[in-house]
């Protein structure tokens, strides 16, 4: 995929700009769904989502298999992203009522426990009237009941684990499954069982597209994910008055989430500390567009936007993270040269403010530590994983 050239500056951003806002509405690149099924066309079922990391991918990789002339459908879950997101791009789904067991109490996991075998029958009864030909697992506890139920039809499942670190239910299933695409090359190793390979984790084109960073003025993007970050909105608004009090403070657009939004746009007043807050970035790639560094979580879909994007970062983990996938995600984004990582116990006022300090003191080497940290970037990996899915089915997988 083309990249914008480094160096044009101002108009550079501009024309990224425009052509995000032309492009902006996804299905109008996305066939009718009334014409997805017919005579002799494979049906792919995704499973999965819940939170954006899970869903995403999978709709990335759903657009791909559409391309290649598949049929889509999807089972997610009532209380996920998907339930919305989903229906938006004209994707049939049937949503179950499944949810998470991870780091609940006794009563909590019985309940999700309890859940899963009418989930699973529902599942079946789904994956029979759709014909379907495989199964996509992308992952959270929405996954279960479709891959469980394929695996009881014996149709293939084929897992996509985002993280560096697999997680739960990816591991889980690994017995009935038939082949893993990997969104880091560390996870590889978790399957010893199963070929798996690194595709990458697949994100939308506009961040492959963003142009070089400017290096002044300086700009700062801060994100916690759609729905922000309490630690990040706690503690950058300090970090950013030190900083100021050390004559050096940047631009800061920072996104704090519906939830915090307006209280976080307080703590930067009450600081008298210049800083433009949103509750959404309903256009990431163009906010990154406009940042030398972003400070941000270690999701896998932000790590995978940030390389796409040649972004530098400083990270913060989520320590409450299952199993401690995002410093391990964080860490192999930092080995790459493009990153550094403060854990959450170590990222006091005065350590985030000396890290700030430290690498904006020096933003061209800021955009060579995001050129660095692109040899993460996967362009084709929305595709790779469609090819995956298909060459199971026996469908081949070749794009047009």
Known sequence: MPQAPAGEG??????????????????RRRPPAQHRQGGGVTEIVIAGG???????????????LERAGAGVSWLGAQRGM????????????????????????RGEQAAAA???????????????????????????????????????????????EQNARPGVANRFLAPWSVAVACG?????????SLPAS??????????????APRTAPVSVLVTGGSQGSAFLNAALPDAFAELARRGSLPRVVHQAGPRWAAEVRERYAVRGTP?????FLERPAEAMAEAVLVIARAGALTIAELAAARRAALLVPFAAAAHGHQLANARAFAATGGADVLQEHEATTSRI????????????????????????????????????????????????
């Open 184 to 192: 880091f090359a560390e996870a590889v190793a978790a399957f010893p």
């Open 82 to 105: 998907e339930a919305v997101r989903v229906p938006q791009a004209g994707i049939p789904i049937r949503l179950l009522a499944v949810s998470g067991a991870v780091a609940r109490s």
């Open 114 to 160: 309890l859940q899963l075998l009418p989930a699973i029958v529902r599942a079946l009864a789904f994956l029979a009237r759709r014909r379907a030909a495989a199964v996509l697992a992308v992952g959270g506890y929405a996954s279960l009941p479709g891959a469980l139920a394929a695996g009881a039809l014996g149709l293939p499942v084929v897992l996509q």
């Open 10 to 27: 101002a108009a550079a951003a501009a024309a990224f700009r425009r052509r995000l806002r032309r492009d902006a509405d996804p299905r």
């Open 353 to 400: 403010a000396a890290a700030l300090a430290a690498m904006l003191a020096a933003p061209e080497a800021l955009v060579e530590r995001g050129v660095a940290a692109g040899r993460l970037a996967r362009p084709d990996a929305a595709a790779a994983v469609a090819r995956l899915v298909l060459e199971r089915t026996g469908s081949g997988g070749a794009h047009s």
């Open 275 to 279: 800083a433009e807050v949103v509750a």
């Open 50 to 64: 819940g939170t954006g990391g899970h869903l995403f991918p999978g709709l990335a990789v759903a657009a791909e």
């Open 198 to 211: 690194w595709t990458g984790n697949p994100v939308r084109p506009e961040f492959f597209s963003v142009p």
